[in-house]
């Protein structure tokens, strides 16, 4: 608590007679995190004012899934999360899982579909889950005040918030800010910030979820495959994904890239097997031997949307009948597929990542309840954390099974 007690600009003040208004709990962020630790703690009794500097609760809920919000899914495990302690989320994962949030989904009507095995989405939109977190909330008695500037807290018990609404003070606070990606949303660093502040270890954050953008000369010979989505295969130096990629005007997406992403580091190369359904050799050998004369853009063709086919044969292998191919010519047509190895020239950065990977140190907090062990009333969860989940649906399960445990706790 060192640094607490230092009066820094920003958070921290002295408590000298602030005359405030009291709750029990007071929750920053009227995110995913915060909406639901608001209703669990108010269903469990406790008084709740939740404060968000937004224009509106749950800006990400509402933009997620394509605006239908991949809200759980059902196989989420901790094997689906990345953070320096892979332990730390399996507790709250384990006492909230994707089925009990599905069942308060059922209890409020809401039609849903699984698209992708395991990943739910709303049938409708993804307003019907805010909806439903503003009635939990309702229904606790909870609080939300939007538009509203945290300007400084004082750690002395019970805590003290001097915000744009004026003097605040509650005995327990929860931090539900998120993290960094989408800033125009309403993220900010606010969350690491205070963690620093504390003298809690903040992992170095970047980027997850996000496209890779390539570098120039690459991007502008893949200019004409924009809009090409294919399975594939994607392996970084710590993962392998296989699922679809997607070429863009800007570089690589869909699911396969994005996941590989949460794993890739700056100058990595990545290997993308753009046919990982079969040895491609093999493959080709058979279909030499019953149509000798195909040509190799055409046999492509048959495996690949027939613009990849085109430019794999104007760039990459010769197009000839398959029963002219030369060993060299074999050797080359793997090496550019299986895999495709690139290296790229970044990614697109906070501005369309859907998470932050890396974030507040979770040693520094009780798996069970989320509770900051050093600075009793102060917990942490939600994206924040140094808890990140894979693409579908694990990002939102996290959230709900960290702030229930919170929530209870309360
Ligand atoms: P979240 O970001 O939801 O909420 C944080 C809140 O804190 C915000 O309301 C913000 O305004 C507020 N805040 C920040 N700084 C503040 C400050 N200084 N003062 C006051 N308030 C402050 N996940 C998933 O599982 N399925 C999906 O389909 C998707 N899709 C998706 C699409 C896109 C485009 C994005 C960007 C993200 C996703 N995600 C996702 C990820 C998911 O949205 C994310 O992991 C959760 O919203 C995290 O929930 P939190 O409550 O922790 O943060």
């Known amino acids: 608590m060192r640094a607490a007690q230092r009066s820094k600009k920003g958070f921290d003040v002295q408590s000298a007679a602030m005359a405030a208004t009291h709750t029990d709990v007071i929750i920053i962020g009227a995110g995913a995190a915060g909406l639901m630790c608001a209703a669990e703690a108010g269903a469990g009794g406790a008084r709740v004012l939740v404060l968000d500097h937004a224009n509106k609760v749950g800006k990400k809920i509402l933009m997620s899934g394509g605006g239908r919000c991949n809200f759980t899914h059902l196989h989420s495990g901790p094997e689906n999360f990345i953070g320096h302690n892979p332990h730390f989320c399996k507790s709250a994962l384990s006492r909230y899982t994707p089925y009990d949030f599905l069942d308060l989904v059922e209890r409020h009507g809401i039609a849903y579909e699984e698209k992708t095995p395991g990943q739910l989405f709303c049938q409708n939109s993804a307003k019907d889950i805010v909806q439903m977190l503003l009635a939990e909330c309702r229904s606790g008695g909870a609080q939300i005040r939007l538009r509203t500037e945290i300007e400084a807290i004082d750690w002395q018990k019970p805590f003290h918030l001097k915000t744009s609404l004026g003097k605040l003070s509650c005995d327990t ?63 970084t130096a710590d993962a392998f994904f296989q699922e679809n990629i997607l070429f863009t005007h800007r570089g690589l997406s869909g699911p396969g890239v994005l996941q590989a992403s949460s794993y890739w580091h700056e100058d990595e190369a990545v290997a993308i097997d753009l046919w990982p359904q079969a040895d491609l050799l093999t493959q080709l050998a058979t279909q030499r031997e019953q149509r000798p004369r195909m040509s190799l853009k055409n046999f492509l063709a048959t495996l690949w949307p027939r613009r990849l086919a085109e430019h794999w044969c104007t760039h990459y292998v010769h197009d000839k009948p398959l029963n002219q191919l030369t060993v060299e010519d074999l050797k080359q047509l793997q090496n550019h597929c299986q895999p495709w190895t690139i290296k790229p020239a970044g990614t697109e950065g906070y501005r369309t990542a859907e998470v932050t990977v890396g974030g507040v140190d979770t040693d520094a907090f009780s798996s069970k309840t989320l509770a900051c062990k050093q600075l ?28 229930v445990a919170a929530g209870q706790a309360i």
Do not use: C
């Open 173 to 235: 606070l929860v931090i539900a800010t998120g993290g960094y990606s989408v800033p125009s949303m309403g993220a900010s660093g606010f969350g690491y910030e205070l963690a620093r502040r504390l003298g809690i270890n903040v992992h170095t954050t970047r980027p997850g979820l996000v496209p890779f953008t390539l570098p120039p000369k690459l991007l502008a010979s893949l200019a004409t495959l924009s809009g090409i989505s294919l399975a594939a295969s994607v392996r």
């Open 376 to 403: 009793p009333g102060l917990y942490f969860i939600g994206e924040v954390l140094d808890v990140t989940g894979h693409l579908g649906g694990h990002n939102f399960q996290w959230a709900w099974a960290s702030a």
